[in-house]
């Protein structure tokens, strides 16, 4: 494929989806990421659109927020891997609150499989995800449908969490910076989001390399609110996604990177496609050491040696569901 046709495909792929990884890009155009990030160099000097931390997106201020359709294409690979990662840190039992988007709709596809769990969320895709499971119990919020997302939204979603209390939320956003946490393109999406937060004693974000280092408009999370970001390996020389990354782990988050190219890689309860299970491949970012040391109104947090991470003991997560199903 000649320089000008991939550049145009490149354009058309950005303008249809606004904002598209590199590693995505790549696999269309059949080339290598390298010679992808000299094309969208040579578009974003004429104006055609703007680089991000190993992605490209539409030229102008903060990112616009694409439709479910349009997301449910970009970084599969890499989402499909977080999700893998992320089921990790759901054991049996648990009551968790699960927010809208892709990635934690792949998520919802693994959590399938851990019986005795409570899944309470305010999306149409995770409750569908979930439908069959017969050892999982969905609560989901009230609200008014959102059709770009599939996500209930409003102020009867807000009043539907208030009193609740799970033992973690699993959320995904827009974009994710040190200065400013989590953040989305949509007012309502915020709030509801926000509401989740508020529900759990821990905050797990769900974001891919693409996002790291993206503002949008309203804040959902602020840093020192979120426990844990699971995301996946940012491409070589994309320097302005690790530097995000150690910001990130400098304020205390615990950072889980999940690896993309090794076969067979899958949650450690089994892949919604049927794969036997294994254990998904992850590195850890240093942190300096942790943050919180309770749970809020809880006992002190039990750290354990897997990935430097604090979880909390099974006597706290059984209080935590009897809670919730109490409530």
């Not at 769900?206 to 844990?228: C, E, N, S, Y």
Request: avoid cysteine; aromatic fraction near 2%; hydrophobic fraction near 40%.
């Amino acid at each position: 494929m000649f320089a000008a046709e991939r550049r145009q495909l490149i354009l058309e792929m950005v303008r249809a989806n606004g904002a598209v990884s590199l590693r995505e890009l790549a696999r269309v155009v059949q080339t290598s990421e390298v010679t992808v990030r000299r094309d969208v160099r040579a578009l974003e000097a004429e104006g055609l659109l703007d680089r991000r931390h190993g992605g490209a997106v539409l030229p102008g201020g903060f990112t616009r927020e694409s439709g479910f359709p349009q997301k449910s294409h970009l970084a599969t690979a890499e989402k499909t891997a977080i999700a893998d990662l992320a089921a990790n840190f759901v054991e049996e039992g648990e009551a968790i609150v699960v927010g809208a988007g892709t990635t934690t709709q792949e998520l919802a596809r693994r959590l399938a499989r851990i019986p005795g769990l409570t899944v309470v969320t305010n999306s149409l895709l995770v409750a569908q995800a979930l439908a069959h499971a017969n050892r999982v119990e969905v609560v989901m919020t009230g609200g008014t449908l959102r059709g770009s997302n599939y996500a209930l939204v409003g102020s009867g979603a807000e009043q539907s969490l208030q009193g609740l209390r799970v033992s973690r939320a699993f959320l995904s956003g827009s974009g994710l910076t040190a200065e400013r946490g989590l953040s989305t393109s949509n007012m309502l999406s915020a709030s509801v989001d926000r509401a989740l937060v508020q529900a759990a004693a821990e905050v797990v974000v769900l974001a891919d390399h693409t996002k790291l280092g993206t503002d949008t408009m309203f804040q959902t999370v602020p840093t020192d609110v979120i426990t844990r970001l699971v995301t996946d390996e940012p491409p070589p020389h994309d320097d302005r996604a690790a530097t995000e990354l150690q910001a990130l782990a400098d304020q205390g988050v615990q950072i889980a990177v999940a690896g993309t190219g090794a076969p067979g890689n899958s949650g450690g309860h089994g892949s919604a496609g049927g794969d036997a299970p294994g254990r998904q491949q992850r590195r850890d970012v240093p942190v300096p050491g942790p943050r919180r040391g309770q749970v809020p109104g809880g006992q002190p947090l039990r750290a354990t040696a897997v990935m430097g991470t604090e979880q909390p003991s099974g006597a706290e997560r059984g209080a935590r569901v009897a809670d919730l199903r109490r409530r």
